[in-house]
């Protein structure tokens, strides 16, 4: 609007020429017309320059994936164990192999080996380390998975090895209730053979990873030390122990590395059907 009344005055100094555009009446309805118009803009662009922006939505917290259905039905993991197998389990601190030949322990080969290849021990934590003793896990993040299996114990296996350095054996509460928890030995903790506990394998690679993996909490609360709950592991899961012990290292992957996964073979397309004459 101040633009036309611009181009408004300028037409009538050019019609009358300079000495008629202080005696213009269209003069001095510019001057009226911008006076009036100038403490409107002032107040739109103060206006404009207190109005805070808009509020952005609050990104949410992506939520932690569901399990795996298969996770939840432990009667679907009956696979038999090759004769001799490795897993590689990557770990927040690095990686290390274990390797687990049946005949020492059947029974509990099998079930290692199932829960392998059912990825149930991805996000998986080392809740109990006590340096210069043992690591033990196991424990998914999942209650519900917990309590899945803690209903599905397996018998106990002979001890036909010994809980050595660098040796996995089942963690159990008394006879034949091994179900998914662990321990690895990092010592000569052979007194544990006289309590029936079997190994199934042992670390062939990487035992200075699993010697590294932070052991700062200590024993677990049940037996007096500053560590997790074992029982609130099992009902909370990996939220427990992410609020309250943050530095613990965890299980990223666990895989059957050797023998190596045999693909499926391909099925053969269906031969042509026979042209009658």
């Known amino acids: 609007?101040?633009?036309?009344?611009?181009?408004?005055?300028?037409?009538?100094?050019?019609?009358?020429?300079?000495?008629g555009l202080s005696s213009s009446p269209a003069f001095f309805a510019i001057i009226a017309l911008m006076r009036?118009?100038?403490?409107?803009?002032i107040g739109a662009a103060t206006l404009l320059a207190q109005t805070p922006p808009a509020a952005k939505t609050p990104t949410k917290a992506p939520s932690p994936a569901a399990p795996s259905p298969r996770l939840l039905n432990p009667a679907l993991s009956k696979a038999k164990a090759p004769d001799l197998y490795r897993v590689k389990f990557t770990t927040t601190k690095g990686d290390f192999v274990v390797e687990v030949s049946r005949d020492s322990a059947p029974l509990g080969a099998d079930r290692f080996y199932n829960l392998v290849r059912i990825g149930f021990f991805t996000n998986v934590s080392f809740y109990r380390v006590i340096a210069g003793a043992l690591i033990q896990f196991g424990l998914s993040p999942f209650?519900?998975?917990?309590?899945?299996?803690?209903?599905?114990?397996?018998?106990?296996d002979p001890v036909k090895l010994h809980n050595v350095e660098?040796?996995?054996?089942?963690?159990?509460?008394?006879?034949?209730?091994?179900t998914t928890q662990f321990f690895i030995n990092l010592a000569d903790n052979t007194p544990y053979d006289n309590d029936?506990?079997?190994?199934?394998?042992?670390v062939t690679e990487g035992i200075e990873v699993v010697k590294s993996l932070y052991s700062g909490y200590g024993e677990m609360a049940e037996q007096g030390g500053r560590g997790p709950s074992q029982q609130k592991t099992t009902s909370e899961g990996k939220p427990y122990l992410d609020k309250n012990f943050p530095l613990l290292d965890?299980?990223?992957s666990a895989t059957v590395?050797?023998?190596?996964?045999?693909?499926?073979?391909a099925?053969?397309?269906?031969?042509p059907a026979a042209t009658k004459k």
């Open 1 to 19: 609007m101040a633009y036309l009344a611009y181009l408004s005055w300028r037409r009538a100094g050019q019609s009358r020429g300079p000495s």
């Open 36 to 41: 009036a118009l100038l403490p409107l803009l």
């Open 143 to 156: 209650p519900a998975v917990s309590k899945a299996w803690s209903t599905a114990p397996i018998h106990d």
């Open 166 to 178: 660098g040796s996995i054996t089942f963690a159990k509460s008394g006879p034949n209730t091994r």
């Open 196 to 202: 029936g506990f079997a190994p199934i394998g042992k």
């Open 250 to 252: 965890s299980i990223k």
């Open 257 to 265: 590395i050797f023998p190596e996964p045999v693909a499926p073979a």
């Open 267 to 271: 099925k053969k397309a269906p031969a």
